[in-house]
Structures are given as structure tokens and as C-alpha cells.
């Protein structure tokens, strides 16, 4: 995975996962809201928009784990490559 698609992938999971969960969340216990394009989950009614909120927080989580694992993986590629080359003496670029 690219370093710069990995961190826009990861900023886009956050918001959404943010604004879909914690956000979501508070404006309906402080500002009692009940929907709008931006928060969906409020057009649910009471219980159920917390379970939806709690659902996306949970997946948003998941989502940065796998994202955060496959970076690492092809950092760990990377750093293989880089020293099989040094020590075939072949250098690319």
C-alpha cells in the first residue's frame, strides 16, 4: 500500500468513523438532533441510533487496524527488498 493512499484511506475511515459515531452521538444527547445528511444515524430513533453509532465506531476501528497492518506489511516488503539488495550490490534507481 502507498504511503499517501494509506493516509487518506486512514483520514477518510477516521472522519466518517468520528463524525458517524462520537459526533453523532453528542448532537443528539445535546442538541437533540434528528438527522441530516451529515449525521444519518440520527434519523434512527433512540436506541437504535446509538447501536448504529456504536456499530460505526466499532468498524471505523476495525477498518484503521487492517490499514495499519497492511502498511506494515509492505513497509517490512520494502525493507526486505532494500536489503536483499545491498547485499546482492545491485542498486535500482
Known sequence: MN???YRLLSILVF???FWEGPAAI???VIGDDHGT???PVNYL???WNYVASAAVIVVAFALLAVLDKG???TLA???DAGAARTRTGTHAG
Open 45 to 47: 430513533d433512540a436506541p
Open 26 to 28: 453528542l448532537y443528539r
Open 37 to 39: 445528511t451529515m449525521r
Open 15 to 17: 472522519t466518517v468513523g
Open 71 to 73: 502498511r506494515e506489511k
Open 3 to 5: 504511503e499517501a493512499w
Open 77 to 79: 516488503r520494502g525493507r
